[in-house]
């Protein structure tokens, strides 16, 4: 317990206890009161009042439990009758009050509950005691005969339900985190469209029951008062009724709504009233307060309100620095206030993206962002105990005189007795953990939002000065000195940007912010080994936006990614172009979208899913979230941070998440039109790169679609129209497919190539499973069955997924030619050599010994061996070559040779895909050659210098991977 702070004070409530009823004698007599009679006495006359006035709800809670004890105090406004008359429920709601709140003061008082357990309670007796209001004034307006209600009896919840009168609680309230002495913020909302809705008298009842309301929760009486209620946070509050209409606050929210509204609206919650209306309206509300897209240009909005009540403070004479006598611990430097600004700006950053991060508690949110790994583990776990060490604090303030307090006293006398209240044994212990809390929030708020990028040069040396029409002579030096060659050309493009010449530079707000960030921007970019033509594809990329805001304001608030973004663009223009066609992927490089070895691509997904209200908006999800995570691969391959492996795995993977995500949800929507096939399914066969798990910067997919049903069902059922089962299913595939190349917003998710399907572009779009069965095991050519090897179920119905792969491994692993199968690969690739050959010395999937002759190697002698080694069915290239040497069937030397040079060829192409995309076409900005330079070292794993030491690795390279395929499958010459 803490220490006493005045024993005169708990003497004289002992001295009333004792001189009361037989109720307050006895708790005043009880050994187990003591400790909470000292405490409350010594610290707190309103709490001494309560105790006195309330002690059988204290003794109940001695005697049952804190959780009983608040049972029964809420009790009867769940139970009692709200058609009594005013005076009653006055009465009533304000016993509930003073009961309620003893009982939460007490239990937390004696460490029996937690602060959120405690805030939880308080909430809740707001909730209750708004609702058994709301039905009072419910059926009053009913009895007027100005509100038609659907019941005019029972519970309140009852009465309420299907009212037309949506009652929000918003903030701490929202959140279930209301303070000790708080008001309650409430949104108080009608539906004309409501039954309840009387046409002749309209809102009139609505915003008369807001006032009546409001009086009835604060008129003060002898008994006390409920709560302070504030209705300032409905739509422009100074022009509207104080309760709107539901229409209205929609068309306010779509077209006028401001960013500091929706971070209102985070905690937003039916507290009374029509919850089922309530939670209608916050559905309707969410793509206003959940953006899809990183919504940095919020932040600084967002932030000035912090600035704000900066602004405020230092006002009304509190400084904005850490202190204790006199400090404000919710709106002060390193109080709850920036706690909560850095929770509610990270959620509305990421929430959009990521469901599982719009939780409505500040604990809770800094738990989800930390585990999602949007704010640091550690600044997580710092914010979360000041948190609780703050609110704390905060309630012991109000608990002195039950006012609505957040500062300190300034008076010693005063502050000992907070001290003393927070279990201290004096002030300056109470000032070192209070001012250690203080500093850490500060830190992590500072590093989080308050950097803001100078206005001056990196080098400080020199003017960076664009306005006028002439050239600055002190800027022309400067940017000549940071190493741009020419700096006339660089000053013309950021003039042209300065006077809106691209689309995306035509708001103010998006000039502003260009002034803000060129520093750092011209800084990133003469970094670059070609300053200048880095530089012009972000001018490329500025023409191509529809929008500036969005993408400087992200820029602005992070200036990583600005680095991050000039260094991709000074060494892969292809990448440039992507990023510009597509701006999702800018988002993706901020998203850390990259999944570790272990975690799942796309894992926010499912979630996205489940609330898009139609296909449409799944595939737009898909789309975006695909592309993010495809940027971020790339990204990471492009700057040595992951091989090819590790990124041929993780685009590998994001496919399969995003098939296995799409396919049933086109089913879905397939089934609502067509109904189902009795016992069908449909799964998806990956072969090629993807099957392989073995993708390629915009490698497409190889796709096989098998379906199976029923043998009796002939027809689907249960559908607006009926399709013949093989129809049915030949539609569904094209669906699928549809749905995977068609382009959104974000481009399409992929290309698909569907010519390794049995029979090729003649056969049907979708194979039964038992012709797929009959085809590979009867009349497939052997350059199926080496596709085959690769062959991989993505997506389906578990049971005919393994029927699949049962399938394909038993066509594999048939008897048959070894020696035919070699020969048909050899002659193969001999024909493909005369009338396919490599164009020009950099197609390195189909010059002599590239990347298509050792994929033969492995495909072919698994198709010749796996009857003997069914452990070669391993799909991935490398994997296959592995264990042909591990078999004995080639020399382990030469496997590891090979592996090297498979490994080379994907390297190679990765980074010439990533940069200069198709090499051939006419007018790249950069040469192969030129893409090559750098890297190339990293690239072959060993020391090189120049492009000519790299053309001699490759070449030995070849050289070896073409003796491997003359050795193993045939000759290729003559």
Same mark, same amino acid.
């Given at each position: 317990m803490t220490p006493l702070h005045d024993p005169e004070a708990v003497q004289r409530l002992r001295d009333r206890l004792a001189a009361g009823n037989p109720t307050q004698q006895a708790l005043g007599s009880?050994?187990?009161?003591?400790?909470?009679?000292?405490?409350?006495?010594?610290?707190?006359?309103?709490?001494?009042?309560l105790c006195w006035a309330e002690a059988p709800a204290l003794t109940r809670l001695l005697d049952r439990g804190p959780e009983e004890a608040m049972e029964l105090a809420l009790d009867p406004l769940t139970k009692a009758d709200p058609a009594a008359a005013r005076d009653a429920v006055a009465s009533l709601l304000r016993r509930a009050k003073r009961q309620g709140a003893l009982v939460a003061a007490a239990a937390d008082l004696s460490g029996a509950w937690s602060l959120d357990r405690v805030t939880q309670a308080l909430s809740e007796l707001a909730d209750l005691a708004i609702d058994f209001a709301c039905a009072h004034l419910l059926l009053e307006a009913a009895r007027r005969g100005q509100i038609r209600l659907p019941r005019l009896k029972g519970e309140p919840k009852q009465i309420t339900k299907g009212s037309g009168l949506i009652v929000l609680g918003m903030g701490k309230l929202g959140g279930r985190e209301l303070n000790y002495s708080s008001d309650v913020d409430l949104l108080l909302l009608h539906d004309p469209d409501s039954p309840s809705y009387h046409e002749e008298y309209g809102a009139a009842p609505y915003v008369r029951l807001a006032r009546d309301l409001v009086r009835l929760m604060e008129e003060r009486t002898a008994e006390g008062y409920v709560f302070r209620t504030d209705l300032r946070l409905r739509p422009d509050p100074a022009a509207t009724p104080l309760c709107v209409s539901v229409p209205m606050a929609l068309s306010y929210?779509?077209?006028?709504?401001?960013?500091?509204?929706?971070?209102?609206?985070?905690?937003?919650?039916?507290?009374?009233g029509d919850r089922a209306a309530g939670e209608a309206f916050l559905r309707e509300l969410r793509p206003f307060v959940w953006r899809r897209h990183l919504d940095f240009a919020a932040v600084a909005d967002i932030h000035s309100i912090k600035r704000q009540i900066n602004r405020h403070k230092a006002d009304h004479g509190a400084g904005s620095e850490?202190?204790?006598?006199?400090?404000?611990?919710?709106?002060g430097a390193g109080g709850i206030r920036e706690i909560e600004f850095t929770v509610q700006v990270l959620e509305l950053i990421w929430g959009g993206r990521d469901p599982a991060l719009r939780d409505p508690t500040t604990l809770g949110a800094l738990a989800a962002l930390a585990a999602a790994g949007k704010l640091d583990r550690r600044a997580a776990a710092d914010l979360a105990d000041a948190y609780v060490f703050l609110r704390t604090t905060e309630h012991r303030l109000q608990m002195v005189a039950d006012r609505q307090t957040h500062r300190l006293p300034e008076a010693p006398g005063e502050l000992a007795r907070i001290a003393s209240f927070m279990g201290f044994a004096d002030t300056p212990a109470f000032a070192e953990a209070l001012t250690a809390h203080q500093r850490r929030v500060q830190g992590h708020y500072a590093r989080l939002f308050e950097a803001a990028p100078q206005l001056s040069s990196s080098q400080d040396s020199g003017n960076l000065v664009f306005t006028g029409v002439d050239d600055d002579p002190e800027t022309m030096k400067t940017l000549r000195?940071?190493?741009?060659?020419?700096?006339?050309?660089?000053?013309?493009?950021?003039?042209?940007?300065?006077?809106?010449?691209?689309?995306?530079?035509?708001?103010?707000r998006a000039r502003e912010l260009l002034t803000e960030l060129m520093p750092a921007l011209l800084a990133a970019f003469a970094r670059q080994r070609e300053p200048d033509a880095a530089l012009a594809r972000f001018d490329t990329l500025l023409q191509r936006m529809a929008a500036g805001v969005q993408w400087l304001s992200l820029l602005h608030r992070n200036p990583r990614l600005l680095v991050r973004l000039a260094g991709l663009l000074g060494a892969a223009p292809q990448l440039a172009d992507h990023i510009a066609r597509r701006p999702a992927a800018l988002e993706g490089l901020l998203a850390g979208s990259y999944a570790a070895p272990g975690e799942k691509p796309l894992a926010a997904l499912p979630a996205l899913m489940r609330e898009a209200r139609d296909l449409d908006e799944t595939l737009e999800a898909t789309r975006r979230l695909v592309t993010e995570h495809m940027i971020e691969v790339d990204?990471?391959?492009?700057?040595?941070?992951?091989?090819?492996?590790?990124?041929?795995?993780?685009?590998?993977?994001? +496919?399969?998440?995003? $098939? *296995?995500? @799409?396919?049933?949800?086109?089913? %879905?929507?397939?089934?609502?039109?067509? =109904?189902?096939? +009795?016992?069908?399914? $449909? *799964?998806? @066969?990956?072969?090629?790169?993807? %099957?392989?798990?073995?993708?390629?910067? =915009?490698?497409d997919l190889d796709l096989i679609f098998i379906y199976d049903h029923e043998p009796e069902a002939e027809a689907s059922e249960g559908g607006a129209r009926s399709l013949a089962s093989s129809e049915y299913f030949i539609r569904l595939s094209h669906q699928v497919v549809a749905a995977l190349t068609t382009a959104g917003r974000h481009g399409a998710a992929f290309e698909v190539d569907m010519r390794l399907r049995p029979s090729g572009n003649k056969g049907p779009v979708a194979t039964r499973l038992s012709s797929f069965q009959r085809y590979h095991m009867e009349e497939a050519w052997t350059w199926e069955r080496m596709a085959l090897t690769r062959a991989r179920v993505v997506a389906g119905p578990a049971p005919l997924s393994r029927q699949i792969a049962a399938a394909a491994e038993a066509a594999l692993t048939a008897p048959r030619d070894a020696a035919k199968a070699l020969a048909d690969a050899a002659s193969m690739r001999a024909r493909m050599l005369r009338e396919l050959p490599a164009d020009g010395p950099w197609d390195l999937k189909a010059m002599p010994g590239g990347l298509m002759e050792v994929e033969f190697i492995a495909q072919a002698m698994t198709v010749a061996h796996a009857a003997e080694h069914p452990r070669l069915l391993r799909r991935t290239t490398r994997l296959v070559l592995g264990e042909l040497g591990r078999q004995g069937l080639i020399d382990e030397r030469e496997a590891a040779t090979l592996i090297q040079a498979e490994r080379l060829w994907r390297a190679l192409l990765g980074r010439m895909r990533l940069t200069v995309g198709k090499w051939k076409e006419p007018g790249l900005p950069v040469t192969v050659e030129e893409a090559l330079r750098l890297g190339a070292g990293t690239l072959v794993h060993q020391e090189v210098h120049d492009l000519a030491e790299l053309r001699d690795v490759m070449a030995a390279h070849a050289a070896s991977v073409r003796a491997g395929f003359?050795?193993?499958?045939?000759?290729?010459?003559?």
């Open positions: 009880r050994a187990d009161a003591a400790p909470l009679l000292e405490v409350m006495g010594a610290h707190s006359s309103y709490l001494a009042d929210y779509e077209s006028l709504g401001q960013n500091w509204e929706r971070a209102a609206m985070i905690k937003a919650r039916p507290v009374a850490i202190g204790v006598a006199g400090h404000d611990v919710k709106l000195g940071m190493g741009f060659r020419d700096p006339a050309s660089v000053a013309a493009m950021v003039r042209s940007w300065h006077h809106g010449r691209p689309r995306a530079m035509r708001s103010e990204a990471a391959e492009l700057e040595g941070r992951v091989d090819a492996d590790s990124s041929g795995e993780q685009r590998s993977a994001i +496919a399969d998440a995003a $098939l *296995a995500a @799409l396919l049933p949800a086109v089913q %879905g929507d397939f089934a609502r039109r067509f =109904g189902k096939v +009795a016992g069908g399914g $449909l *799964a998806i @066969l990956a072969l090629g790169k993807l %099957g392989g798990r073995e993708m390629l910067p =915009g490698s003359e050795r193993h499958l045939g000759s290729l010459s003559g």
